[in-house]
């Protein structure tokens, strides 16, 4: 089976879930888009991820959902190891200032988004950290010049003399 | 003790006649003049004084400096009397207030029993005891006196420490009454100024749809966004299924996002789309149908937009907080929906059956479900469960249970919760408005009603809050 590094959208909202993935449609050739409606949902995409051997390079994750909340789930995400180097999104109009200090310490939450979220700023924090994470895991950037910060790629292969790559 | 051989006049008569008697007594009799010291606190004293004719008063100096008369020495009294008989430094300043005549013995006569003077033993022994019999008696009186005056001190206390907690008690209201007027101005005009875009959207989005739909019903694009506009949204579970028989049923579609796209679709929207492929391209009928689900979506969220906003404006009721006629029902149902956030994953039911109108105030009622519900959602997990009767027991009374199967409430604690400032949450509500269940119970106890708490045989807590049904003329604020 073909590897691929996800996208993992977390939402309860369907109609939110809707906008949100619309609104991440561009990335989708390069980065497949999953998607749960809850943590315990979530958990198990997560798994499947891992198990045809691909990668998870970012989560954009709700705060208030059934079960276990967002804050909970992406605290309990990064004391696996194994997902530590995920990148991190909060996207939500309802996290405390207390929940998100929580999650900035103990989950290395990587950005917070409050909803309404705009298109431009949405599609910022996703280059930005999608560009960190393929830069970080190695992966040759030639392949996500066009969909992700062409400009810090080129960059990190011109100091790492990898244009051979 | 008059009459007595302890009678002080009559022992001062002999001690008169033994200074008559004998110049060698008399000689020991002093003149002060006024103002003259006999001795001064915290020396010693040598010499015994009994005032033969005259007065005097022995005072203590404080540490604050100030003076206190304590004993006032009148014929017959002796003064440094502790002191001399102890050996201890006095304790007062004697002081003549009058020119005194006084009697002053040497310690040094004593040691012989006063034999240099025997006409003096009789009289000096009985005034000795008399002094100190009269001394006795004012200690026992002072320590009666003392005793009686803690008890009224502890009593004042504590009517100072009732009168306190009273204060903090209606302070308490008082911020919270002021709170939630705030609140209620803030939500009339929040509602005010959020109808206005939720009109907006709600309009446009009707009529962005009747732009579409009006064209022409046979064409397949048109019947693609109806199908959009009539769809529900499916959970991401479900989706994911659908993906997967996607792309292995249908070959042409192999965009990933394309895919997503289909699985929204009912199977007679992609049956239009292979039907029509030839004719139409495939993006065109899956635009056709987003354009229908996003209309959709905005309706959808416009109206709960709208009602939210509806029921926050009821649930404050800014306007209508007075007494007024009214179905606790309305304002149980509006709670439920303003709560949205914290019970949508809980399990409730709402078990409302008829009840009179009754004469209250929405507003106030509105804040004891919500206080008693946000309570129940904090120690509830997901799927607990929650349940709300009203039921009405003949004429002249309501009750509105409200259960849950929590952890109940700890019974050291279940007697203590409508007092005020208690808590067992270490940082209020997390609604935000901090309110107690001792306000609930003021709110309650001013409708003329009761509320009590108790926790359930199995599991959990139950509230139970029974008001009066009476009509408005009845009620008198209170």
């Known amino acids: ?165 | 003790m008059h009459n007595s051989i302890f009678d002080r006049e009559q022992i001062l008569s002999l001690v008169h006649q033994a200074i008559s008697d004998s110049p060698q007594i008399a000689s020991l009799v002093k003149n002060y003049d006024k103002g003259e010291l006999f001795f001064r606190q915290g020396q010693k004293i040598d010499h015994l004084y009994l005032m033969i004719d005259g007065e005097a008063m022995l005072e203590h100096e404080r540490q604050n400096g100030s003076n206190l008369e304590l004993v006032r020495v009148n014929n017959g009294h002796f003064a440094g009397l502790v002191a001399f008989t102890t050996g201890n430094l006095s304790l007062t300043t004697g002081i003549a207030l009058k020119p005194s005549k006084v009697l002053c013995i040497k310690q040094a006569d004593f040691v012989n029993n006063l034999g240099k003077y025997p006409t003096l033993q009789m009289p000096l022994q009985r005034l000795m005891l008399r002094n100190m019999a009269d001394r006795f008696r004012t200690n026992v009186r002072l320590e009666a006196q003392m005793n009686s005056l803690n008890v009224e001190l502890e009593t004042e206390s504590a009517q100072l420490k009732e009168a306190y907690k009273q204060l903090e008690d209606s302070h308490q209201r008082m911020v919270h009454q002021e709170k939630m007027a705030t609140l209620g101005e803030l939500v009339a005009g929040f509602a005010h100024e959020v109808n206005n875009p939720a009109a907006a959207l709600l309009r446009s989005a009707e009529a962005l749809k009747n732009n579409f739909i009006s064209n022409d019903r046979s064409n397949p694009k048109i019947e693609m966004f109806q199908y959009g506009l009539e769809t529900l949204p499916i959970g991401s579970n479900e989706l994911r299924k659908k993906m997967a028989k996607i792309t292995k049923k249908l070959d042409w579609a192999t965009n990933r996002s394309q895919i997503r796209k289909l699985a929204q679709m009912p199977n007679q929207a992609i049956k239009l789309i292979e039907k029509n492929k030839k004719k139409i391209p495939v993006s065109e009928m899956i635009r056709q149908f987003e354009a229908g689900k996003f209309i959709h979506n905005i309706q959808v969220a416009s109206e709960r937009v709208a009602n939210l906003v509806k029921s926050l404006k009821s649930y404050s009721r800014q306007d209508t907080n007075e007494w007024d006629m009214i179905d606790l029902r309305d304002g149980i149902k509006d709670t439920v929906l303003i709560l949205t956030n914290r019970l949508k994953y809980m399990d409730l039911k709402l078990d409302l059956l008829d009840i009179p109108l009754t004469c209250g105030k929405m507003g106030e009622l509105n804040q004891v479900w919500t206080n008693i519900l946000v309570n129940a959602c904090d120690v509830l997990e997901q799927g607990g469960k929650i349940r709300i009767k009203t039921r009405s027991h003949g004429e002249y009374k309501i009750t509105v249970e409200i259960s849950d199967n929590g952890p109940g409430i700890p019974p050291e604690i279940i007697s203590r919760i409508f007092e005020p400032n208690f808590t067992t949450k270490n940082q209020g509500a997390k609604f935000g408005l901090g309110l107690g269940l001792a306000i609930s119970n003021e709110i309650i106890r001013q409708h003329g009603g009761f509320i009590r708490c108790e926790n359930r045989e199995k599991r959990g807590a139950r509230f139970l809050i029974t008001l009066p049904v009476k009509s408005c003329e009845d009620t008198v604020e209170g």
């Open chain 1, 1 to 165: 089976m073909e590897k691929h590094i996800y996208i993992l959208v977390v939402e309860d909202e369907l109609e939110v879930m809707d906008a949100l993935v619309n609104d991440l449609q561009s990335f989708e050739n390069y980065f497949p888009i999953e998607t749960a409606n809850s943590s315990e949902e979530a958990k198990e995409v997560v798994e499947q991820i891992q198990a045809e051997g691909s990668e998870l390079g970012l989560i954009l994750c709700d705060h208030v959902l059934p079960g276990q909340n967002g804050v909970d789930f992406l605290v309990e995400q990064y004391s696996e190891s194994i997902k530590t180097k995920t990148k991190k999104v909060l996207v939500t109009g309802q996290a405390g200032f207390e929940d998100t200090i929580l999650a900035l310490n103990n989950a290395d939450l990587d950005h917070y988004i409050a909803k309404p979220w705009t298109k431009q700023e949405l599609d910022s924090v996703v280059i930005k950290l999608l560009t960190d994470y393929v830069i970080e895991q190695k992966h040759n950037p030639m392949k996500y010049m066009a969909v992700l910060d062409a400009v810090r790629l080129a960059d990190y292969m011109r100091e790492h003399k990898l244009s051979d790559y």
